[in-house]
């Protein structure tokens, strides 16, 4: 049973906008909280940051004011708007959550950021 499915991503000019959609299933979605990572080329995977269940929202200080997340809760979505994008966010976006000790992660998504 797939858990969490990804869609957006793809090329932008530096400056540009791209958002990512992370579709959660109905109990992640209304129970638990959703995270995006990132890995960029040759580095490890890093947080982007979090959005539970109650609207708090966490963002690494690297995209804080560029990037923001909101639910889509008609669609079990979890939206993550990226703005003033800049090269070195090109990365492999990830959603993820966990339930106890399983932990569900989304395929992935391609940003590349360049001119």
């Known amino acids: 049973q797939v858990q969490l499915v990804e869609s957006g991503g793809g090329l932008v000019q530096p400056g540009g906008s791209l958002r990512l959609s992370c579709a959660a299933s109905?109990?992640?979605?209304?129970?638990?909280?959703i995270a995006w990572y990132r890995q960029a080329p040759g580095k490890q995977r890093e947080l982007v940051g979090s959005?539970?269940?109650?609207?708090?929202?966490d963002y690494a200080e690297s995209v804080k004011g560029r990037f923001t997340f909101s639910r889509d809760n008609a669609k079990n979505t979890v939206l993550l708007q990226m703005n003033s994008l800049k090269p070195e966010d090109t990365a492999v976006y990830y959603c993820?959550?966990?339930?106890?000790?399983?932990?569900?992660w989304g395929q992935g998504s391609q940003v590349t950021v360049s001119s």
């Open positions: 993820n959550s966990r339930i106890g000790a399983a932990e569900f």
């Open positions: 109905a109990t992640i979605f209304r129970f638990y909280t």
């Open positions: 959005l539970a269940t109650n609207g708090r929202t």
